[in-house]
């Protein structure tokens, strides 16, 4: 009796079990009756007929991240690099998801590679690093126009490594140690240039300013000896005039004789203690009259002074 009780109530709890449907936030399964799509059940408790109905696949509806191992590609440039990726996927219709493709997962990986590769072959090396945006943009259109008839939607897609093989990378560093030494050398030649041009523009400075110079002082000096001769002129003239008026006066033109007399002498007397050649006047005789006449003159202006 204990037995058949316990054999009734395994059987009752079985066909609830098989009855009564609970779907996750997270998922939708789709459901089958004899083989057959029948619907696709959103989250929620749903009743299903025993043994008729079941529950044929379950999808997860959540963004999902797929792990692109890395590969072997090759560039436009003929270099081998390995790339590897992530791409981010999302189930849309559970029905496509189930009946579309096999494993959408596994698809979508090689689908992601195939394309990268393809890719990467239309882009030279340095290309590959610095458009990479780019190259992310066109993966997931590409994935997401294959993708379509199997229900999912390709959000994005991450190039995650890009490493080219040993060689390259030996080249790559010798190539930017020659272009760094390129890079110092024309920074060396335009410093050398600057600094070139930087002489001879003091040195043309310089003789502009010598020749300013010289300039100015020779203006100057011709404005001195200008001003210079205009105050000779002026004195000579102001002398001229007291000479002129001395005349004038009683025994100025006597005056002016004595005077004349003794610079003659002065000037007679340093010729003669200066020269190498001594000067004989021709004729004595008139010397001594010459001296004659000069006391006349003499006792003349003294007696015109008492």
């Known amino acids: 009796m204990l037995a058949t009780v316990t054999f009734v109530f395994l059987a009752l709890l079985f066909i609830v079990i098989k009855l009564v449907l609970i779907v996750q936030m997270k998922e939708v399964c789709v459901i089958e009756r004899l083989g057959k799509f029948r619907a696709i059940t959103p989250p929620g408790l749903h009743f299903l ?50 009946y579309g493709i096999e494993d959408y997962r596994r698809a979508s990986v090689n689908l992601a590679q195939t394309t990268m590769r393809s890719e990467i072959g239309k882009l030279n090396l340095n290309q590959t690093f610095s458009e990479r945006d780019t190259l992310n943009e066109t993966i997931v259109r590409e994935i997401d126009k294959a993708s379509d008839p199997w229900g999912i939607k390709v959000l994005r897609y991450e190039v995650r490594n890009i490493t080219p093989s040993d060689n390259v990378i030996h080249t790559l560093e010798k190539q930017m140690e020659a272009e760094r030494q390129k890079r110092a050398e024309i920074t060396l030649a335009e410093a050398e240039k600057e600094s070139t041009i930087n002489l001879s523009e003091g040195v043309r400075q310089e003789a502009i300013n010598l020749s300013e110079g010289d300039k100015q002082k020779q203006i100057n000096e011709a404005h001195g000896r200008a001003q210079e001769i205009a105050i000779l002129t002026q004195a000579s003239a102001e002398g001229i005039n007291f000479i002129a008026k001395a005349a004038a006066q009683p025994g100025g033109e006597k005056a002016i004789k004595m005077r004349l007399l003794e610079q003659f002498i002065a000037q007679t007397g340093n010729i003669l203690q200066h020269a190498d050649v001594s000067i004989v006047p021709s004729e004595v005789a008139k010397l001594e009259s010459f001296f004659q006449g000069m006391d006349k003159v003499t006792q003349n202006i003294q007696g015109a002074k008492s």
Do not use: W
């Not at 509806?61 to 690099?81: F, G, H, K, Y």
């Not at 990726?85 to 496509?96: E, F, H, P, R």
């Open 49 to 98: 007929i025993p043994f008729i109905d079941r529950v044929a696949y379950r999808h997860e509806t959540r963004e999902q991240v797929l792990d692109i191992p890395a590969q072997s590609c090759i560039s436009r440039d003929n270099i081998q690099i390995n790339v590897d990726g992530l791409v981010y996927i999302q189930v849309m219709d559970g029905a496509k998801a189930s």
